[in-house]
């Protein structure tokens, strides 16, 4: 074994002693959420979640077909999904870029954008392989022009969120801070999900998977940039 093949196990144990806790966490909710989404894609498959995601969509709708709540209530969902469009996850990543570029963080800057954009990709390909039809039951209250599983705004707002969450989490050395951001990406994504089934647009299993999918993309992502900070390849988080 060469001297530098050596120093890269040692940094590897090295690390893993230092973040024993939250590496294996990490790995347990990835293996965990790989397994839940294989399992929901194989119901939706086999269309066994028909029951399930009906009556939970129309619990959301009127006898009439439209949605529960005011007017008011349902421009705030359209405000709220808007949250996990393509337009607007872009600007907020783009932004993000720039701000680490412009404070010295320029590949932590590349790392954030190629996370994004390949959370897209990969969002896009699942729906092209699934090519599930979208809800039929009632009015859609939002464009759509894609296949419905697994649910994209679900996906990309975990997956940016969730990934910029952490970045601002790094950058804090107190817990308190850490936890705000990081439940705060959680529930903006929650909240873009729940949306896209009060506006009719997506079945229940399409957010969960969507949502599934998203956090397990977020997590390789977050085990990625830990693995790239002990190499330096990227800036270290705070301590």
Known sequence: MT???QRRRFQLLAW???HELSVLMAIAALAAGAWLFSYIASEVTHGDTQAFDRALLLSMRNPDGSPIGSAGMREAARDITGFGGVATLSLVTVFTCVYLLLDGGRRM???VFGSVIS?????TILKEVFQRPRPNLVPHGSYVDSPSFPSGHSMLSAVAYLTLGALLARAQSRKRLKAFFLLAAALL??????S???LGVHWPTDVL???????CWAI???LTARWLQLHRAIEAEAS
């Open 16 to 18: 893993l002693g230092s």
């Open 119 to 123: 959370g897209l990709i990969l969002s």
């Open 3 to 5: 001297h530098a093949r």
């Open 196 to 198: 896209r089934v009060y």
């Open 209 to 215: 998977a969507g949502w599934t999918a998203g956090a």
């Open 109 to 111: 800057a590349v790392f």
């Open 220 to 222: 390789i992502c977050w």
């Open 189 to 194: 994504s929650f909240l873009v999900g729940v």
